[in-house]
C-alpha cells in the first residue's frame, strides 16, 4: 500500500509499508525483540552485506519494528528514508560524523539545546571537528564562516528559550550554491513544520519529545530528504566521493545510486557505516514505545499548540509578568519567520518573564501543583523550568542572557490537560510567587 499522499492524520496510523505482521496477521507494529536474521542461504547472505539486496542482517544495523518508525517518519516529513537511533543527541552526533572528518567543520546557528551545543563546541572540537556558530538573525553570516572544509550547516528549526523561528530556506539556499546540505533539527515543530519541503537536506528529532510525547522512551531519528546531489561538488564531500575504505573501496555517491536505484546515499552511509561502527541504535520497545506516541501525533501536537497559544494569552495579560516570549507574538522580521515556516500553529513551548525576577522564579516553581518541574519538553503532560537556576545556571550572567534567559525567565511546555486546569494552577502559583518576593521586599 502507498501511503504517500494521505494527510499526516492517516500516515501517523498507517505509513511504514506496514499493513499487518506477515505471519501472525497482527494489526499493532510487533516488537521484532531480536539481535539477529536467518539467512535463506549463503547467497542471499553475501547479497545484503555487498548491497545488491536490502534486508535484516543484526539490530545494530536495521530492526523490522524500527523500519515501521522510520519509514513513518519518512513519510510524514517528505523524506526518502530514515534511520532511527538510540537518541536525539545520537541523530545529530551521527548527521554531523556522517560528513565530517578530523579537520573539517560545520556552520550551526547559535540558537541550540544546550546539550547539542556542548556536543558541539566541546566534544566534536576534542574529535577534531570544528563547530562555527552563526548568529541566524542574518543568514549571510552562513556564508562568511564557510571555507573550503565546510561540509554542513546545522540549525533547530523552533529553539527555545527565544522561539525564533530559523530562516531555513534562505541558508539552505545559500548551502546549495556550494554543495553544502542544511540538517534541522525540527523536534520542537513537529507537524507545523515540514523543512524538506523548505529547502533542508536532512531533519534529525529527538524522538523522545513530542513524537513519543508521554516521556517514556528516548530515541532520535535522522531523515533524508534524498534530494542533495553528493557528487556535484566532489570536493566538497569527500566522504561521498573518494573510495570508503571500509566498503570495499566504493565511492558511496557512485555507487549506492547505482545499487539502489535512489538517493539514498547519506542515510545508507550512516546505517552501513556509523551505526555499524559506532552501534547507536534504539532498542526496538523504545521503537514500539515511539510508535504508540508517533500514531497521536497530529491529534496530540494540535491540542499543545491550542493550549499553548491560551496559556501564551493569558500570561499577556497577566500583571506579574514582564514579558510573554512566544512565536504568535513576535514582530518584525522574527514574525514574518514565523508566519512562513510554522504553517500549522505556533508551537507547545511558551517562555515568560516574571517581574520579581529570580526569587520570584524559583518560588513560582516550588508553587506549581499540577505542572511538573523537569528538565524535559515534550511531554503529553504541562512541564516547567527556570533555566536561570538550573538548565542555565553553569553559563555566566551574560551567556545567560545571550542565550534569552532572563533571571525571572520560566519556560513552559504546555501540555493537552483541560486548559482551565493548566490556566488555574499557573495562575495561583503566581500570586504566591509575587506575594512572597513582595513579603520579603
Ligand atoms: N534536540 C532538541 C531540540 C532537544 O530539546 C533535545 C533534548 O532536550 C535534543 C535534541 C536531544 O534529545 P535526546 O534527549 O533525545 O537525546
Not at 83 to 104: F, K, P
Not at 260 to 265: D, F, K, M, S, W
Not at 274 to 285: A, E, F, I, Q, V
Not at 349 to 362: I, M, P, R, S, T
Request: charge should be neutral; proline fraction near 5%.
Amino acid at each position: 500500500m502507498t501511503t504517500n499522499s494521505y494527510h499526516p492524520e492517516t500516515i501517523a496510523l498507517h505509513g511504514g509499508n506496514y499493513r499487518k505482521d506477515e505471519t501472525t496477521n497482527s494489526v499493532a507494529v510487533p516488537i521484532y525483540q531480536t539481535t539477529s536474521y536467518q539467512f535463506d542461504n549463503q547467497l542471499h547472505a553475501s547479497n545484503l552485506f555487498s548491497l545488491k539486496e536490502l534486508g535484516n542482517i543484526y539490530t545494530r544495523i536495521m530492526n523490522p519494528t524500527n523500519a515501521v518508525l522510520e519509514e513513518r517518519m519518512a513519510q510524514l516529513e517528505g523524506g526518502i528514508a530514515g534511520l532511527a537511533v538510540s537518541s536525539g543527541q545520537a541523530a545529530s552526533a551521527l548527521a554531523i560524523q556522517n560528513l565530517c572528518q578530523a579537520g573539517d567543520n560545520i556552520v550551526s546557528s547559535t540558537d541550540l539545546y544546550g546539550g547539542t551545543w556542548n556536543q558541539f563546541a566541546n566534544t566534536f572540537k576534542q574529535l577534531g571537528i570544528e563547530v562555527r556558530f552563526a548568529d541566524p538573525s542574518d543568514p549571510t553570516n552562513f556564508s562568511k564562516l564557510t571555507d573550503s572544509k565546510t561540509r554542513g550547516y546545522y540549525a533547530e528549526t523552533l529553539p527555545n528559550p527565544k522561539l525564533n523561528v530559523f530562516p531555513i530556506e534562505e541558508v539552505a539556499n545559500i548551502g546549495k550554491e556550494n554543495g553544502i546540505p542544511l540538517i534541522v533539527d525540527n523536534t520542537a515543530a513537529p507537524i507545523t513544520c515540514k523543512p524538506i519541503e523548505h529547502g533542508a537536506s536532512i531533519v534529525v528529532y529527538s524522538l523522545t519529545k513530542w513524537i513519543g510525547g508521554h516521556g517514556s522512551s528516548i530515541g532520535g531519528m535522522i531523515i533524508d530528504s534524498g534530494k542533495f546531489n553528493w557528487t556535484e561538488f566532489p570536493e566538497r564531500q569527500p566522504l561521498y566521493n573518494t573510495p570508503d575504505p571500509s566498503y570495499w573501496g566504493w565511492v558511496l555517491g557512485k555507487v549506492v545510486p547505482e545499487a539502489l536505484g535512489a538517493n539514498l546515499t547519506y542515510i545508507v552511509r550512516a546505517r552501513f557505516v556509523l551505526l555499524r561502527d559506532l552501534g547507536s541504535s534504539l532498542s526496538p520497545t523504545n521503537s514500539f514505545n515511539i510508535i504508540q506516541g508517533l500514531e497521536t501525533l497530529p491529534l496530540r501536537f494540535k491540542k499543545h499548540q491550542e493550549n499553548a497559544a491560551l496559556v501564551a494569552k493569558f500570561l499577556k495579560e497577566h500583571q506579574s509578568v514582564n514579558k510573554v516570549i512566544y512565536p504568535g507574538f513576535q514582530d518584525g522580521i522574527n514574525k514574518k519567520r514565523t508566519e512562513k515556516y510554522l504553517s500549522d500553529g505556533f508551537g507547545p513551548l511558551v517562555g515568560f518573564e516574571l517581574k520579581d525576577g529570580l526569587e520570584a522564579g524559583k518560588k513560582f516553581i516550588d508553587s506549581l501543583k499540577l505542572l511538573y518541574h523537569v528538565a524535559n519538553i515534550g511531554d503529553a503532560r504541562s512541564l516547567a523550568i527556570h533555566p536561570a537556576s538550573t538548565t542555565h545556571s553553569q553559563l555566566s550572567p551574560e551567556d545567560q542572557i545571550r542565550s534569552g534567559v532572563t533571571p525571572g525567565y520560566i519556560r513552559l511546555s504546555v501540555g493537552i490537560e483541560n486548559i482551565e486546569d493548566i490556566l488555574n494552577d499557573i495562575d495561583q502559583a503566581l500570586k504566591v510567587s509575587s506575594k512572597s518576593v513582595k513579603s520579603v521586599a
